[in-house]
């Protein structure tokens, strides 16, 4: 029976064998078809997630430079302060202190 279906001898067996077949070759591309959709689409929402990730990141190392700037006017403006501050305590001491005739 089943050398008849490959051999040709009964024609509508082995036409309705090739139909069947068509069916399950077109169900198994259909199905890979689709996991590799899925798939794509998978990988496209997380490279979309890092692209966006990674400009956040970007976004922010741009105020690095701007961080050691500020870095050097606060250092900067200490620096100035202790002077005042010494200054203020070197009036303090002559302004307290006893005056000579």
Avoid: C
């Avoid at 069916?23 to 689709?34: G, K, N, Y």
């Avoid at 500020?70 to 009036?91: F, H, M, T």
């Amino acid at each position: 029976m089943a050398e008849d279906l490959l051999t040709g001898v009964d024609p509508v067996a082995s036409w309705w064998l090739a139909v069947v077949l068509l069916f399950v070759v077109s169900a198994v591309v259909w199905l890979l078809l689709h996991l590799v959709a899925v798939t794509g689409a998978a990988i496209k929402r997380a490279v979309a997630e890092v692209w966006a990730n990674g400009q956040r990141v970007a976004n922010n190392t741009i105020h690095i430079p701007k961080l050691y700037d500020v870095a050097g006017g606060v250092e900067a403006i200490l620096g100035r302060a202790g002077r005042i501050a010494a200054s203020a305590e070197a009036l303090k001491t002559l302004a307290e202190s006893p005056r000579t005739p």
